[in-house]
Structure formats: C-alpha cells, structure tokens
C-alpha cells in the first residue's frame, strides 16, 4: 500500500512538474556518453572519463559508470516491479490506477480549494444594430381631450331651391259664424 502511495505521490508531482526538462547530466554534475562501445563491465575504453561520468549502451540501454580504471554496470539486474497499466479520471477529482498485476487503486479527492473570483474584464465593443422586431398590438384609446373654444360665425349661405308642393292638408275645423251684414235692396218682380 505505501509503494502505491508513493507512486501516486510520483505521478501528480510528475503533473506538477511536467513543464520542467532536467537531463541526467544535469542531476548528476557528470558527462554522459552514449554508444555501443561499452557492452560488458571492466572495459576501459572510451577513455577520458572523469570518475562518476555515465555511458549509456545505445543498443542494450545498459547504464555503466566509470570508477577511475574502467566503466561499471550502474545496478544489477533486479526483479521487475508492478507497473501502471493505466489510469482514469474519474471526473470528481480522483484518479484510478490500473496495475499490471490487474490491482487497482483510487486516490482521495485531489481537487484543491476554490480561488478567488478574478478581475471584470475589460467591455466589448459595440455589437452591431439588431434587426426590428415584429409590430406590438394596438394600445387602448386614450382619454377625450377638452372641448376647444367655439369658432368664430361663419357667413350666410346660398339661398336654396324651392322644394316641390306638398300634398293637400285635411280641412280645417269651421269658423265661428260671422256678424250679420246689412239689409240688401229689394229685388225686381
């Protein structure tokens, strides 16, 4: 279980670090020299070496060492470990390793707090003008406005045409008889 962890703890600072390049001469202040001239432990040549410098067999990937006299295998040739076959993420901030040996293991949350909310950015330019859009419904009448004053008199008209005769009107009631007249003359025999 600790060597998985250690593993784990590898491989995120292997993440955390990735942007970083370190060569092998860098981490061990020696030279490093590649070939296939070295093959067998106890050889002397290449020759020029300062003790500590490092050959790497280009054909094997066998790594020796120079000791002073003569280039030395770096390690013995050891069991072979548990490798990682795979890995998911999970999407919640957990990481699931798949081992060679078909044993897996699922890290804790490794999601870190929250960060503070950045600066506004600066404002867009101006979109472009939108296209009209489609006509509202007639609105309700307003109010009656206040009469107006009265206009001044306009002048007299044209005399119309006289209208046809009506019809005939029903008789009227009878008069009151009249006072009576005086005596007329006498008429001829």
Same mark, same amino acid.
């Given at each position: 279980?600790?060597?998985?962890?250690?593993?784990?703890? &590898?491989?995120?600072?292997?993440?955390? &670090?990735?942007?970083?390049?370190?060569?092998?001469? *860098?981490?061990?202040?020696?030279?490093?020299?590649?070939?296939?001239?070295?093959?067998?432990?106890?050889?002397?040549?290449?020759?020029? @070496?300062?003790?500590?410098?490092?050959?790497?067999?280009?054909?094997?990937?066998?790594?020796?060492?120079?000791?002073?006299?003569?280039?030395?295998?770096?390690?013995?040739? %050891?069991? !072979?470990?548990?490798?990682?076959?795979?890995?998911? *993420?999970?999407?919640? =901030?957990?990481?699931?390793?798949?081992?060679? *040996? =078909?044993?897996? &293991?699922?890290?804790?949350?490794?999601?870190?707090?929250?960060?503070?909310?950045?600066?506004?950015?600066?404002?867009?330019?101006?979109?472009?003008? %939108?296209?009209?859009? @489609?006509?509202?419904?007639?609105?309700?009448? =307003?109010? *009656?406005?206040?009469?107006?004053? !009265?206009? @001044?008199?306009?002048?007299?008209?044209?005399?119309?045409?006289?209208?046809?005769?009506?019809?005939?009107?029903?008789?009227?009631?009878?008069? @009151?008889?009249?006072?009576?007249?005086?005596?007329?003359?006498?008429?001829?025999?």
């Amino acid at each position: 279980m600790n060597k998985r962890i250690l593993l784990v703890l &590898f491989l995120i600072s292997g993440f955390a &670090f990735s942007q970083t390049t370190v060569t092998l001469e *860098d981490q061990c202040n020696c030279e490093v020299l590649s070939g296939t001239a070295v093959t067998v432990p106890g050889t002397n040549t290449p020759t020029g @070496a300062d003790l500590g410098d490092l050959y790497v067999n280009t054909t094997t990937g066998t790594i020796f060492f120079w000791d002073g006299n003569s280039w030395e295998l770096s390690s013995t040739n %050891g069991m !072979d470990g548990n490798g990682i076959a795979s890995t998911v *993420d999970n999407g919640d =901030g957990t990481f699931t390793f798949t081992y060679t *040996d =078909g044993s897996t &293991f699922t890290t804790s949350n490794l999601t870190g707090p929250q960060g503070p909310v950045g600066a506004n950015g600066a404002t867009g330019p101006q979109g472009p003008i %939108g296209l009209t859009g @489609a006509t509202g419904p007639q609105g309700p009448a =307003g109010a *009656d406005g206040a009469d107006g004053v !009265d206009g @001044a008199t306009g002048p007299q008209g044209p005399i119309g045409l006289t209208g046809a005769t009506g019809p005939q009107g029903p008789a009227g009631a009878d008069g @009151a008889d009249g006072a009576t007249g005086p005596q007329g003359p006498i008429g001829l025999t």
